[in-house]
Nanobody, 122 residues
Framework: QVQLEESGGGQVQPGGSLRLSCVAH????????LGWYRQAPGKARELVGF???????YVTDSVKGRFTISGDNDKNAVYLQLNKAIPEDAAVYYC????????????????WGQGTLVTVSS
């Protein structure tokens, strides 16, 4: 049993900063990737960024230069630092994990957090 705990969502002013955290809880042996998606009202869910267990990072072009993503393998965590927020950043942000293997040998192909709301308002 693995679950993703998201935190850090809330209101941010235009130009402001916010940090989202996601921690995978459970008896985890390994994972392939941890990342963040977002979905704005009326829009499709969009990949924002991810980290791999090998240390690679990726962020989508629309946030490159403003957002950074990082991970902590020991904590099975991924962090998304939102800087220079713009109204387009307002969305529900979802933590995503792929290929999570428990110590018992069970593989969760894909897991989702419940989502955390980020609003951009002055």
């Amino acid at each position: 049993q693995v679950q993703l705990e998201e935190s850090g969502g809330g209101q941010v002013q235009p130009g402001g900063s916010l940090r989202l955290s996601c921690v995978a809880h459970g008896n985890i042996a390994s994972f392939a990737g941890l990342g963040w998606y977002r979905q704005a009202p009326g829009k499709a869910r969009e990949l924002v960024g991810f980290v791999t267990s090998g240390g690679s990072t990726y962020v989508t072009d629309s946030v490159k230069g403003r957002f950074t993503i990082s991970g902590d393998n020991d904590k099975n965590a991924v962090y998304l630092q939102l800087n220079k927020a713009i109204p387009e950043d307002a969305a529900v942000y979802y933590c995503n994990a792929v290929s999570v293997v428990t110590v018992a040998g069970y593989e969760h192909r894909e897991l989702w957090g419940q989502g955390t709301l980020v609003t951009v308002s002055s």
